[in-house]
């Protein structure tokens, strides 16, 4: 047999393989799971300057180095570490790169440990900041100076043995006096226009020097939705990413950094963003709703090929770390963040943090595992390398699917506290709980609570 016959035929049966799982699929439906051929599975389109990395982050801030065995057997994937300009170039020209060893080392300890650093450029001089603010904002005569340092920086950490390659353009800088400290509420677009003027210069000096170089607006607060703002509540300062654009900035970053917290509701045992109005019962994790306002402001300035990166999201509650109804709900509704950003697509989502903020950690105050570090390495486990392929249509239920190699996982939770007894399409080789934890089976039968399941199916 030639070689050319010999390739003819194998074609001629892929063809003949992909049409037959095509009619199966049309006779059977969409709900059954894709290791039964009963359907076409489609695979998200991935823009192609998206980043190719699993979603998995954590911030390690005051994460101390002998535990970060724990953070790599969680399988992390993105870290955030924070430089300082001011540090760096406390007198214009000057460079004292001695006095940043300390974050130099956190760049190392993550490039060691196989993580992917996303560096924060932040801390401005008080020599260049701009008339009336005392952090944040550059001044437009000091951004050839910002754009020296950036030169500097980048040839620096891009370099062998530190390897960054995201620069995330300050913290939370649509705030007005503390944080990221661009905002300016008396502004149209809360100071934004003047930060977008700043990406326009820092991107080219990025990319001079690296131009593999990843720019990303730097994670916007997006206190509240300006659409539907909340009674009493000014949303002005959401609009930040609008006010960037309007200055011709659209060419100037490949990727949008966003932050979304939620917070414990206590009364009824779940959680909510009343800024956004979401919550548990209606949109699920607030991070999406907030995606979604970033999309639709993107498309509607015809502004394409930027990818999301959520850079801080968690669970809030004051005083309540330890308590134990807080505790199993931060485990759930950590998985469902992290299913959910797989839906949406981002490029990343980064948990806040390690060591928590507002009772949000995933170590006690012994630095041992609570659930929700369980949580995360588990849905890392199983969905880290995992293809999402659609929402799953089920009365009173969120469900996802997704793709592992030849692997179907299936995780479903009911957004109404109450417990759902569903059909499967077909018994499954397994059940898991957020922790990883095999349950029973029972054919194709399953009660699904709030606490999401993994539903696996293996060829």
């Known amino acids: 047999m030639t070689q050319r016959l010999q390739k003819t035929i194998l074609f001629a049966g892929v063809i003949l393989t992909l049409l037959v799982s095509i009619l199966s699929g049309i006779r059977a439906g969409s709900a059954s799971p894709a290791r039964l051929n009963s359907r076409t599975v489609f695979l998200p389109v991935v823009r192609k300057d998206s980043p190719r990395s699993t979603i998995f982050g954590m911030d390690l801030t005051s994460l101390p180095s002998a535990k970060l065995p724990l953070v790599v057997n969680a399988g992390v994937s993105w870290v955030r570490i924070t430089s300082s300009w001011a540090k760096v170039e406390p007198t214009p020209g000057s460079r004292d790169w001695g006095a940043v060893a300390a974050i130099e080392q956190q760049i190392l300890d993550a490039v060691s440990n196989h993580l992917t650093p996303i560096l924060i450029v932040e801390d401005t001089p008080t020599w260049a900041l701009k008339t009336g603010f005392h952090c944040g904002a550059v001044a437009q005569e000091q951004f050839p100076a910002l754009q020296a340092f950036l030169t500097d920086m980048v040839k620096r950490y891009a370099a062998s043995p530190y390897n960054v390659r995201y620069w995330e353009m300050w913290n939370e800088p649509d705030v007005a006096e503390k944080l990221g400290c661009w905002g300016t509420p008396n502004e149209p677009y809360y100071g934004g226009e003047h930060y977008g003027e700043m990406l326009?210069?820092?991107?080219?000096?990025?990319?001079?020097?690296?131009?593999?170089?990843?720019?990303?607006v730097g994670g916007l607060l997006l206190d509240c939705d300006p659409r539907n703002p909340p009674q009493g509540k000014d949303c002005t300062s959401s609009t930040f990413l609008t006010g960037a654009l309007q200055s011709g900035a659209a060419n100037s970053f490949d990727g949008v950094s966003f932050h979304a917290y939620d917070y414990y509701a206590p009364s009824d045992g779940m959680y909510r963003n009343s800024n956004w109005n979401s919550a548990w019962n209606t949109t699920g994790p607030v991070h999406a709703v907030k995606a979604d306002y970033l999309t639709s402001l993107l498309n509607e300035a015809n502004v394409l090929k930027k990818y999301l990166i959520n850079t801080e999201f968690a669970l809030l509650c004051d005083n309540c770390s330890g308590v134990a109804n807080y505790e199993n709900l931060k485990a759930a509704y950590l998985a469902q963040g992290y299913i959910v950003a797989l839906a949406k697509g981002y490029a990343g989502n980064l948990w806040y943090s390690m060591m928590g903020w507002r009772s949000s950690g995933l170590l006690n105050s012994n630095l041992e595992p609570l659930p929700a570090y369980y949580a995360f390495r588990f849905a890392r486990q199983q969905l880290g390398e995992a293809q999402y392929v659609q929402k799953l249509s089920l009365d009173g239920l969120d469900g996802y699917e997704f793709k592992r190699n030849t692997t179907t996982i299936w995780v479903l939770w009911a957004k109404d506290l109450q417990t759902h007894p569903i059909s499967l399409p077909e018994t499954p080789d397994a059940i898991f709980d957020i922790s990883g934890n095999a349950q029973p089976i029972d054919g194709v039968?399953?009660?699904?609570?709030?606490?999401?399941?993994?539903?696996v199916w293996t060829p």
């Open 200 to 216: 326009k210069i820092a991107y080219p000096a990025i990319k001079a020097v690296q131009p593999s170089a990843q720019v990303l």
């Open 445 to 455: 039968n399953l009660s699904v609570a709030a606490a999401p399941w993994y539903v």
